[in-house]
Structures are given as C-alpha cells and as structure tokens.
C-alpha cells in the first residue's frame, strides 16, 4: 500500500515522522498546512500536548512542573519573560532564568517558602534597584540551586509588582517581543504576528542606551527591530491596534493539559478582559508605541481589571455604580462607607473612592458579566464610528 503526503501527518500511525517533521517546522507554515484540506485542519491542535509542552520547559527549573503550576494557580502567578518567549518560540536557551510575576503581598511570600521548601531553591537576595526599568515592579526575590544538567545554577526570580502582574508586563517591557506570559492553564502572546511570523519587535519605550544589550540580544536570537509599526504595514489583521484586550482575536492563546493540576479559585475572564490601548508617541529623537493599562476596581468585582480606554471606563464605571449603589442600599445606613453616604444622592464615580468594607453575605458581584458588557461597549462604539462616518459622506 503507497504512502501518501496526508500519511506523514497521521499522529496516530505514524508519530516519531509526524514529531520530527513538525518540530522543524514554522508555526506560520503549520497554520498554512491546516488551511490546504479538511485532513489537516486539526494538525495545529494536535501538535500542542507535544510542540508547545509547558512542563518540558518548567522541568528544567522545578521537579514538579504540573504541582508548580498548581501554586501558580493558587497564587495568581504569572510566568514571564525569556521561559515564556521560548514557550511559543519552542526552543531552548540554557542561559535563561525563569521570571515569575506576582502582586506584593502574603501570596508573594508563601510562594518563596514554597520552592525553597519543596523544590530546593536557596534565597539569595532582594533587590530593590533592579535595573528593569518597570515603574510597576517594586522589588526582585532571587533564588538559586545547582543543575543537573549545566554546571551554572538555576536562578528562578519572583518579581513583585505593585499591582497585579499583568499590569507590569504590559505596560514595563521595552518591545512588543517580549509581551508574552503563562499562567497555570493557558500561555498568552500579546503580538504574535510580528513576534512569531516576521520575527519583528516594535519598541514599547523610547530608544535609548539602557536597553542596548536587550536588543543585541534578542536581534543575535532571530528578531529584527525598528521604532514603530510604519504606515504600509497598517492592516486588519496586525495586533498593533489602539484597543486591546489579553484574550482577543489577535492573541495567541496556547490551552494547556491540566489533567493534573489543581484548578485556581480566578476565572480565566479576570485576565483575558485586562484591557489595554496602544498610543503612538512620535518624539524629535524616537518614535516608539506606548502602552496604557489602568487598574480598575469595584466593590461589585471581585478581581481588579486593566483598562486603556477611557470610553470603555466610563461604560463600566457607570454599570458598576449603578450596581454598586444597589448593593449599599441592601446595607444598613450605619454600616455604610463613609464616602457613600457623604455623597448620597449625588452622581459620582463610586468605583474610584469607596474602598474595602465588610460586606453583608447578600452582596452580589458581576464579574461574570464583564465579557457580554464589553461587547455591548464594542458594538455601541462600532454603531457611533459608522453614524459619524455617514454623517461626514458628501
């Protein structure tokens, strides 16, 4: 019986071909091979246990990579940098440390207790002058233990963000190459296309000497750079838009097996509706892209957001205050936050002043409705972009 091409790509028949075949291959050129015919169409999915396996790059920093990303999930960890570029890039660089993102606080704590305790790291030092250049970290923990495999020692940093993580990624790094994370059950590219199908990095701050050796680096590992998108490469389809959000049509999004991780308590919806704008800032000297994210908090959302623009942070704030209102009248006017009731019966952006306060076990949160709110926002935007374009037609 002949062998033919659709063979080669049979997982189940013929695996060590597939495998090795595929492991060489493009991500750009695997998305084309699923679009030549309905017996490919399932390749890419089918690749992702084996050609993107997040444990296979963990194993050679933690023993336990699924339990380490059990503790990610509790946590609300995020891992960065170097490990999650090489995730998506699939391949290895032995010189890299693993970053790991994670807010200031007791979570912070508890997870440096827990890889010295379970995973054999030493605490070496805390830096608080650390050279990123992130006005969002706001000090560096750094762990190290001897390898097996390399005569350098592992070096595993927590870095402690004053905000959520995510916060720190997208509005710290210094290029669009590096805006890539994974959280316990799923890795996220920011900009894939120009990242991992043109191998292009637009700055994300203003060109200067302080980022030298960073773009040296990453230009010796493959990527080329220039300061801003330039106009020809303006499209539908390329990530470099004003409005974004973690999550979206233009995120690569890598599901993970998590057959033996423990599930954390956050919802994916309170990272994948992170939302963020992207501005361009044209200087004498440079022109770079810029990144604006925002926390946003109610007493009516459980998790704290990122939001960029300001007209989706006036839709929200005004659902949130509404239902915040709601709630508070539920509460007796003696156990009311103070600012509610100097302010009752006034109009005012209650999401920005009320604070945390014992909450009766009739309280209601909405974080659940956040994905078809912002929708609503986005078709309300598109319906007033297209009444003031007919509007301006001769």
């Not at 060489?24 to 396996?53: M, V």
Request: glycine residues 4%; neutral net charge.
């Amino acid at each position: 019986m002949e062998t033919s091409f659709l063979d080669v790509f049979q997982l189940d028949s013929r695996y060590p071909v597939f495998d090795g075949i595929c492991s060489h291959l493009p991500i750009e050129s695997i998305i084309a091979l699923t679009r030549t015919c309905k017996g490919l169409s399932g390749l890419y999915r089918s690749l992702i246990p084996q050609q993107w396996n997040v444990d296979r790059h963990l194993s050679r920093f933690m023993l336990d990579p699924q339990f380490f990303r059990s503790q990610m999930g509790k946590y609300n960890a995020l891992v960065s940098g170097s490990v999650a570029l090489q995730l998506f890039e699939r391949t290895l660089w032995k010189e890299s440390d693993l970053d790991i993102f994670m807010e200031t606080g007791k979570n912070a704590e508890a997870f440096g207790d827990y890889i010295m305790e379970k995973e054999g790291y030493k605490y070496v030092k805390t830096t608080v002058n650390h050279g990123y250049m992130m006005p969002d970290i706001q000090e560096v923990e750094t762990y190290t233990k001897s390898s097996k495999m390399d005569s350098a020692d592992l070096k595993v940093q927590i870095i402690i963000t004053r905000h959520i993580p995510v916060q720190a990624i997208l509005t710290g790094f210094y290029s669009s190459v590096v805006v890539n994370f994974f959280t316990w059950n799923k890795a996220y590219a920011v900009f894939p296309l120009p990242t991992f199908i043109h191998h292009k990095g637009y700055l994300l701050k203003p060109l200067s000497n302080h980022f030298s050796a960073l773009l040296d680096k990453y230009s010796r590992r493959g990527w080329r750079f220039q300061e801003a998108m330039w106009p020809e490469e303006v499209s539908s389809n390329q990530p470099m838009q004003k409005t974004r959000r973690v999550g979206d049509e233009f995120t690569w999004v890598i599901p993970f097996d998590i057959s033996n991780v423990t599930w954390s308590k956050t919802p994916d919806l309170a990272l994948e509706y992170v939302s963020f704008r992207l501005e361009d800032e044209d200087r004498a000297e440079t022109t770079y892209h810029t990144i604006i994210a925002k926390p946003f908090v109610s007493d009516v959302l459980r998790h704290e957001y990122l939001l960029g623009d300001s007209s989706w942070m006036g839709f929200l704030g005004k659902r949130v205050d509404e239902l915040a209102r709601m709630e508070l009248y539920k509460v007796k006017p003696e156990a009311r936050p103070q600012p509610f009731q100097d302010t009752i019966g006034r109009v005012f952006a209650m999401y920005r002043y009320m604070g945390s306060f014992e909450k009766p076990d009739s309280w209601t949160y909405w974080d659940d409705q956040i994905p078809k709110w912002y929708q609503a926002w986005r078709h309300a935007e598109t319906a007033k972009k297209r009444k003031l374009e007919s509007s301006t037609d001769p």
